[in-house]
């Protein structure tokens, strides 16, 4: 009988099988990670301490330059409330920015300031925005900022329904368009949204007394301004640097049609910023982080079947594809982009198992290029996934099956290196007589055996031809195979 030694190595060595699968699967997901990560960072930006710190350090010159002109007063002025948003808006950033208005205007700021830079995003939030802006009790003050941000498509819907919409320089807004998220719209349905789009965002300026005819023309011919053309066009109401800046303008202006003075000049700043949780769900909107979570998910669930192991890449993989789905529900997904992800990964798994010299894992990469590209059924370029991204995970997925998966399924193909299948072929010696039971020994260790072919002899060698549980089915070693031609005394 085996010894309990050979037990223990069996399974010692079944879990180091498992570690290249492992390590596999945690390099590919780091590196995707990886970037996940950095366009997380990108998509929601916190305001940094020291930003904020400069800012407040520049209002608090302006308030001391203020005070040696006018005698200082007993009233405390209120906060002007600041916080800062960018990418697309969604239900997680609609939702936030509608949960900061009513924060502020239950601790009766003087204003919310939100810093805004977006390409666009969906109806659905974008209305739920405009809703709370135009109800909210105080001031609601967006800014195009910093330079170089823009406020496309649902942004500018935003601005028109603002109580104060302003820009910094080298900022711009426009191409209001709307654009399907179902595919190509017909003609007559497309003539729907686009007058139903133009007679929202009219009403917005017109209440608010800004350019109704321009905001029509962003509509229905997609035109765009600069921020001093659209100060110059009453498209918005100011036009300011910085922050400082912005509020010292607007000190004093009375909004349309709330009719609410601001008193923002040497206000205190009381800066907000979204959470973590809410940051991480803006993020994972993002179509480029919502492609890489769905092919870490489906890889994870691969390696998990393809190689033995704690369940580690399973369970990220899962994960992954959960927060995929979230991702799914928020963009306008695409049924055949994701079935061309699934035969990528499909294809890759046959080069695995049949090994056609690269061209299933070319095929493969085609098929998940393909699939990124059409993943997202919307003409909208912001809710599309990125042409870099494509080409980074399409390398980095390709490069995975054919480096480092193929050498874990050439260790699943190889003959078993432990237990007693492994004893197949083994040469030892019999420590016993064999007739037909007895002992041997292989390795250093004693084993069961029983002869096949006739009796043997102690200290004769011996091949094992097979196992039966925990037995070795043995012959004398050198004896040719029965079932040979030359055993047979045939021709060869």
Request: glycine content about 8%; aromatic content about 6%; proline content about 5%.
């Amino acid at each position: 009988m085996a010894p309990a030694r050979g037990a223990r190595r069996f399974g010692a060595r079944s879990v180091a099988a498992a570690r290249p699968g492992r390590a596999a699967f945690l390099a590919l997901a780091s590196l995707l990670v990886t970037a996940l990560v950095a366009l997380v960072l990108l998509s929601a930006p916190a305001p940094t301490r020291a930003a904020a710190e400069t800012a407040v350090a520049q209002l608090q010159t302006t308030a001391q330059l203020q005070t040696t002109a006018q005698p200082q007063t007993a009233t405390a002025v209120a906060p002007v409330w600041v916080t800062r948003v960018k990418g697309i808006i969604d239900p997680a950033l609609s939702s936030y920015l509608v949960k900061t208005m009513e924060r502020a205007a239950n601790a009766d700021a003087a204003a919310l300031v939100i810093q805004i830079d977006t390409p666009g995003g969906l109806d659905t939030a974008m209305r739920d925005i405009i809703q709370a802006e135009v109800d909210a009790g105080i001031p609601i003050v967006f800014y195009v900022y910093p330079q170089g941000a823009r406020a496309a498509s649902a942004g500018v819907y935003i601005l028109m329904g603002a109580d104060v919409a302003a820009m910094a320089p080298q900022t711009n807004l426009g191409a209001a368009t709307p654009v399907s998220l179902g595919g190509e719209m017909d003609e007559v349905m497309n003539a729907k949204v686009t007058n139903d789009a133009a007679a929202y965002i009219k009403g917005l300026a017109t209440t608010h007394g800004r350019n109704a005819a321009w905001a029509e023309q962003a509509v229905r011919q997609s035109v765009s301004l600069t921020a001093e053309d659209a100060e110059r066009q009453n498209v918005v109401d100011f036009v300011a640097a910085d922050l400082p800046a912005l509020l010292k303008a607007i000190d004093g202006y009375v909004t349309t049609p709330k009719g609410l003075t601001l008193h923002t000049a040497g206000a205190p700043i009381n800066e907000v910023s979204m959470g973590w949780i809410q940051r991480f769900l803006h993020a994972i909107a993002n179509p480029d982080i919502a492609y890489i979570l769905m092919i870490i998910g489906i890889l994870g669930i691969i390696l998990e079947f393809t190689t033995p192991g704690l369940g580690v890449s399973g369970i990220a993989g899962v994960i992954c594809l959960l927060l995929a789905f979230y991702a799914f529900q928020v963009l306008p997904v695409s049924l055949v982009g994701i079935a061309l992800v699934v035969l990528a990964m499909i294809l890759y798994v046959a080069e695995i198992k049949i090994q056609s010299h690269g061209v299933l894992g070319i095929g493969g990469t085609a098929a998940l290029i393909a699939g990124g590209l059409l993943l997202f059924d919307t003409s909208a370029s912001f809710l599309k996934v990125s042409w870099p991204m494509l080409v980074i995970v399409a390398v980095i997925v390709l490069a995975f099956f054919m480096l480092v998966i193929r050498k874990v399924a050439r260790a699943i193909r190889r003959p078993h290196a432990t237990g007693t299948e492994s004893m197949v072929g083994a040469t030892g010696i019999a420590i016993s007589p064999l007739s037909p039971q007895g002992q041997v020994r292989l390795h250093g260790e004693i084993w069961r055996a029983r002869a096949e072919g006739g009796d043997l002899l102690r200290d004769q060698p011996i091949e094992v031809l097979r196992t039966e549980g925990l037995t070795l089915i043995v012959r004398r070693h050198g004896e040719p195979d029965a079932d040979a031609p030359g055993a047979r005394g045939e021709k060869t």
